[in-house]
């Protein structure tokens, strides 16, 4: 067991903080929808390489390994690195398509991911479907060489700016198990008959509802094989995993903002960093965040050996979501009422990135599977309890 990164990997890591520091500047916050999506930046990410780093060199990736990938996404996440418009696409749809996808998907989708020229959204979740995945109702009827899809998606993520959508759709109602009759379906976002609206959260972040109305698409958008969605949606989820390896990187640089503002601020005449109750909240998330980032990094040492994480991935994301809703409250706590004040109040500490993350800290225990779900999942394949 080595404890340090190579020094290719450090070198690596400064190579890409002078890159962000070049590119967004000094000053740069980060954080909101709008600074997270910017097809711009996934370009010149895409230039670099960079959006495939970890993907085999046959289809024009790297071919470098986890750990480097888990670097980059470190610093991508500290600095707060608008990645939006591209990661649905390279870490769930890229690696899916080139494990089962036609060859006439991957000469198409997999240069246009690699080179950040597209923006796909991932709609799977229905009203009555999303911890309950396999009951999704969105059905595609086959007529001739064309499906005709019927249905509705929710809290879809970049529905609206999406090129493509990656959806799950039910293609045989009659099969067996509810889980076999699913289809995976790429459809262009423009087709007739796919509309979209926005929901607004109160994180500023829009989801979208999608509806398809009769909305007709030819039958190459079936992704694979026909009614083998369900295993490709749950292939997809494991390649998430490397990405969410990296999630600590995004909270300490929060923890290190509040560290120095304890440092650097006084509270009736003395220093913050001198109340002892102030002294053992910090140095309690400190121990959170190194348990959280060795637990990510395990994910990203056992896709190194690959083995394909399942009930570790599932504690790592129960203990870093939940960690950053207690992040959320100490930052609440540390900085009083300033902690408070929105960005763009000039009194606001780091432009009100706090006041933002603490309205933003409760979406990770439901977003990519509720935290009960993963509870689950722990007693199942971890634990070995009976289902
Ligand atoms: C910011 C954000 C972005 C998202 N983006 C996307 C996207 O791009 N594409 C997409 O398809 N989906 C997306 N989602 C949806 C997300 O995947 C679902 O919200 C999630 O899977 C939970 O489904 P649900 O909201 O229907 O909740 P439900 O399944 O209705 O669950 C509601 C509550 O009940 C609890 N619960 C449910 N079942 C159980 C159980 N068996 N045991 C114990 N408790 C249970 C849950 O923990 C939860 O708190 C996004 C969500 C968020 C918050």
């Known amino acids: 067991m080595d404890f340090r990164f ?16 070049s590119e967004l500047g000094p000053d740069w916050r980060g954080g909101k929808t709008h600074e997270m ?11 670099k390489g960079w959006i495939g780093i970890g993907w085999p060199k046959e289809y024009g ?9 888990l670097v980059f996404g470190e610093e991508m996440l500290y600095g707060r690195a608008p990645s939006a418009a591209h990661i649905l696409a390279q870490n769930m749809v890229g690696p ?38 396999a009951s999704l109702q969105t059905n595609a009827r086959a007529e001739g060489d064309y499906f005709i899809i019927n249905g509705q998606k929710t809290f879809i993520s970049f ?14 109602p009659n099969a067996p198990k509810k889980h076999r009759g699913i289809s995976i379906f790429i459809v262009d976002m423009k087709t ?26 030819h039958k190459s958008c079936v992704v694979g094989q026909l009614n083998q969605g369900w295993y490709y949606i749950t292939q997809a989820l494991d390649h998430e995993r490397v990405f969410m390896a990296a999630t600590i990187a995004g909270y300490q640089r929060i923890f290190d903002e ?28 400190a121990i959170d965040l190194h348990a959280g980032r060795l637990l990510g990094y395990r994910l990203a040492w056992l896709l190194e050996q690959g083995i394909v994480p399942f009930s570790e991935a599932s504690i790592s994301k129960v203990f870093t979501s939940e960690l950053e809703k207690r992040l959320g409250n100490l930052g609440m706590q540390v900085l009083g009422l300033y902690g408070q004040l929105q960005r763009g109040t000039p009194q606001a500490p780091y432009d009100g990135y706090l006041e933002w993350e603490y309205r933003f800290s409760p979406m990770q225990a439901v977003g990519g599977g509720a935290n009960e779900i993963q509870r689950i999942i722990i007693a199942i394949a971890g634990l070995g309890l009976p289902r």
Not at 258 to 285: C, F, H
């Open 258 to 285: 509040i560290v120095e503002y304890a440092k650097s601020t006084k509270r009736n005449g003395i220093p913050l960093s001198k109340d002892p109750i102030i002294r053992q909240k910090l140095s309690e998330m």
């Open 159 to 172: 529905a609206g700016d999406a090129d493509y959508g990656w959806i799950g759709v039910r293609t045989d």
């Open 192 to 217: 007739p008959g796919i509309t979209t609206r926005k929901l607004d959260t109160m994180f500023d972040h829009t989801l979208y509802e999608v509806f398809f109305d009769d909305a007709k698409v």
């Open 96 to 133: 899916t398509l080139m494990n089962v996808g036609s060859e006439e998907h991957k000469k198409k989708f997999l240069p246009m991911i690699l080179s950040g020229e597209v923006v796909f959204c991932l709609a799977y979740t229905e009203p009555q479907a999303g911890s309950d995945l």
């Open 61 to 69: 990736g790297l071919g470098r390994p986890h750990m480097d990938q």
């Open 6 to 21: 190579t020094a290719q990997q450090e070198a690596f890591r400064q190579e890409v903080r002078d890159f962000l520091r």
């Open 37 to 47: 999506f910017s097809r711009e930046f996934s370009r010149k990410l895409g230039k």
